[in-house]
């Protein structure tokens, strides 16, 4: 294959600006443009848009970064004002900020706040967020915070012990041991102070084995009734450490935004 074809020439690697075309010896001698080179689209678009009196119209500008998007726009808007404003015209220029809605999010809230106040809210919000994040973390890690969930889970735990405790020497009266295995509680019967074993139990006598299971059974049925409330006052527990959590996160977040509030309440 013969790719000298395709060589090309040093001389034409890189092109050079022939300066004698130019009549100034430095930039700096040049009067600044007050146009836009190479947006001459947009900037139709931009004009059309703005001619617009009716409510409801909208300019959206899309780009890369560094495109001068926000320049011509703030360019054309200004000229635009000043040349009503000499008409006797007045504009009242707002910021508006998108803010999110929680309850719809693809439904953002537009907010107006005054000229130059919506750089001021965003740096306000900003800063509330980190505060949030410390303030929030300090609380939650703080001793009263720990002794007050210990204090609920603790009351938990002693209304459970002393429900088991009832149980327990009820069983007792009635010949029967509570023991906890990897299967949940046994109820073990007992005679001379020792646990029977299955044979020991076979060995008895029927009305003796009949009478065992029986109250067996009565005390199963106040095992069960026992876990069913425990288990309600694990939900219960459960519900008053979400609460507290809650309030507490509440009262550090309605500190913050209250001075937000007071601040931004126009």
């Not at 011509?72 to 404003?85: C, F, G, N, P, Q």
């Not at 002693?158 to 299967?183: D, N, P, V, W, Y």
């Not at 007992?190 to 009565?218: C, H, P, T, W, Y």
Request: aromatic share 8%.
């Amino acid at each position: 294959m013969n790719i000298s074809r395709y060589e090309v020439p040093v001389e034409k690697l890189r092109w050079v600006c022939d300066t004698s075309q130019f009549d100034f010896a430095c930039t700096e001698d040049l009067a600044p443009l007050h146009e836009f080179i190479g947006q001459d689209r947009a900037i139709r678009a931009i004009e059309f848009g703005l001619s617009m009196q009716h409510d409801g119209y909208n300019i959206y500008l899309a780009g890369l970064t560094g495109t001068g998007k926000t320049s011509v726009a703030k360019t054309y808007i200004s000229r635009l004002i000043d040349e009503r404003e000499k008409t006797g015209e007045t504009y009242r220029v707002s910021d508006w900020c998108y803010i999110h809605n929680f309850a719809h999010a693809d439904r953002p809230r537009a907010v107006e706040l005054p000229k130059g106040q919506g750089r001021v809210l965003r740096d306000d919000i900003a800063g509330l967020l980190q505060h949030l994040k410390k303030d929030l973390a300090k609380a939650f890690s703080s001793e009263e915070y720990k002794d007050q969930r210990k204090a609920i889970v603790e009351e938990s735990q002693a209304r459970q012990q002393e429900m088991f405790s009832r149980l327990r020497s009820e069983a007792a009266k009635k010949g029967f041991l509570i023991q906890m295995t990897q299967m949940g509680a046994a109820l073990v019967p007992v005679k001379d102070g020792k646990a029977l074993s299955q044979e020991d139990f076979m060995a008895l006598g029927e009305r003796a084995r009949k009478a065992i299971e029986k109250n067996r059974n009565e005390l199963r049925k106040g095992l069960e009734s026992l876990f069913e409330e425990a288990q309600d006052i694990d939900r219960v527990t459960a519900e008053k450490l979400a609460e507290s959590d809650r309030s507490l996160a509440d009262h550090i977040i309605g500190r913050l935004f209250d001075a937000l509030a007071k601040k931004h309440a126009g």
